[in-house]
């Protein structure tokens, strides 16, 4: 199967499995920002989003390792080798913040560490048991489980929530009995103990998993540092409602994001592959960035657009003032996925130190654009900080692919977006502050005529395939 089919197909298969609860989620903001006061959400957010950061630290990306190693595994026992060795070094580090969380909980006692903790283990199940499924090319089967998991988190969050009104307990629980009941479902469902053979663990294989995964943590953490603070800053000079209000404003970027991880699950393994294929790494890897920048860029100018019209109808509340973020956020989550594909690249290549260095630039820049901008210029201030953290990345990473591959950048194409860009954001906000109708129409003339020229190409085959 030639790569560029692949990467179509566990696209498809990955966005079919989780699509339709992103967007019963997101369908779902009214029922949230309703029943929930902008502390509360801002809560929820806040705790998520530190133990978000915790997970890398505490797996040491063993999911990251293992489905990286698999895809070189030709044999149930080398599987048996890296499952094992996988898990051992999982359950080392879980250990270590068990005692860590309770020498925690002895000094300061902090009000949330339970709920953290509980999110942390239920995230790292989830995530070497999609290791598992996806570095054994069952890409069904983690669909399937990420849907489900999903799945019973929306409808947990519709029990504990409107029916009982639990509110920031209900939102907690629901995320962890979900990922973490269903991470367990899977495993014994799949058999994967199995795999699990103790003379089969290898202190040198577990070495060179912690060599791959290692270089990665600073990425993880740095990219969580760059979420984090803006929401710390916010938390402790704006208050719980402001976090609240940012919080909402994000979830417009998370659903580009989350859209644009479907592909990058299948970037990471096709990235991969293609070295050990027949296909031409550079062709395939220019006809991939060609279209997925145009793409993601159409997207961000498309959201934005239609975002005065949208924002109104999902989000209720005293959340209004969130609609004059969310197109820097936009904008700053497309530079985080198209560094994301340079991320690709430099995994595929087992080349994984370049992902923290760059990671860690981003983040103290971020740290001290936040610390200054924030407490002047507010929720613009930590929007604009993450933007200018993102451009930072995402050049920094380009210049440095050019080790692996030779990326062509077109400079037309480079002239045309950044023209569109300034177009649509000055409609944008003078529609925002009140200059009328024609604002918005001339805004959106100006996505729409982007994306179709942009997209051409696409657009055609999709018509000629219709036909």
């Known amino acids: 199967m030639g790569e560029t089919r692949r990467l ?26 309703s029943v929930l006061s902008t502390g509360d959400y801002g809560t929820v957010d806040y705790i998520n989003t530190i133990a978000l950061f915790c997970v890398p630290a505490v797996s040491l ?9 698999l895809i070189d595994c030709r044999t149930d026992g080398d599987r048996s080798k890296a499952v094992t060795a996988s898990c051992a070094v999982l359950l ?51 669909s399937v489980m990420n849907f489900t998991a999903s799945a019973l988190t929306i409808v947990l ?68 540092i760059n979420n984090l603070l803006d929401r710390l800053i916010i938390m402790n000079t704006l208050g719980a409602s402001a976090a609240g209000v940012y919080a909402v404003s ?33 062709t395939f890897y220019n006809s991939v960035y060609r279209a997925l920048r145009r793409f993601m860029m159409s997207v961000v100018l498309l959201m934005s657009a239609l975002m005065p019209l949208v924002y109104g109808i999902l989000i209720k509340g005293s959340f209004g003032e969130g609609l004059l973020y969310v197109p820097i956020l936009l904008l ?13 690249i430099f995994t595929a290549h087992k ?36 933007l200018l953290a993102m451009i930072v990345v995402n050049e920094y990473r380009r210049i440095k692919v050019t080790k692996f591959t030779k990326l062509v950048e077109d400079r037309v194409e480079q002239v045309l977006t950044l023209v569109s860009i300034v177009g649509v954001f000055v409609f944008y906000y003078l529609s925002a502050y009140g200059a009328g109708i024609l604002s918005s129409i001339a ?17 055609r085959k999709f018509i000629s395939a219709c036909k």
């Open 92 to 142: 080392a580090g879980c250990a270590c913040f068990a005692v860590l969380a309770i020498l925690v909980w002895l000094l300061f006692m902090p009000e949330n560490l339970g709920w953290v903790v509980g999110l942390v283990v239920a995230g790292a199940l989830l995530q070497m048991a999609s290791a598992v499924l996806r570095g054994f090319g069952d890409t069904v089967g983690y």
């Open 157 to 224: 969050n519709v029990l504990f929530i409107a029916v009982l009104r639990w509110g920031v307990v209900g939102m907690l629980s629901a995320t962890v009995i979900a990922q973490g009941g269903v991470a367990l479902v899977f495993m014994v469902m799949r058999k994967l103990w199995r795999y699990i053979d103790p003379s089969a663990f290898s202190i040198s294989y577990a070495r060179d998993l912690l060599r791959y995964s290692f270089p990665l943590i600073p990425n993880k953490v740095s990219w969580t």
């Open 443 to 459: 805004c959106l003339a100006i996505a729409l005529a982007f994306s179709v020229y942009m997209n051409a190409d696409i657009l």
């Open 250 to 282: 994000y979830k417009f970027p998370g659903v580009m994001d989350q859209v644009y991880g479907f592909f990058y699950q299948s970037w990471k393994e096709s990235s991969a592959r293609v070295l050990n294929s027949d296909e031409d790494e550079s």
């Open 61 to 69: 990306l063993m999911d990251e390792a293992l489905f990286r190693f």
């Open 351 to 386: 080349e994984t130190g370049i992902m923290g260095t760059t990671t860690a630039v981003s983040a103290a820049l971020c740290a001290v654009l936040c610390v200054v901008l924030i407490p002047h210029f507010g929720l613009y201030g930590a929007s604009v900080a993450t």
């Open 8 to 33: 179509i197909k566990n696209t498809g298969i990955i966005a079919v499995g989780g699509m339709a609860t992103k967007l019963v989620s997101f369908l779902l903001l009214p029922l949230y920002t």
């Open 332 to 344: 700053a989550t497309y530079f985080s996925n198209i560094s994301g594909f340079y991320g690709g």
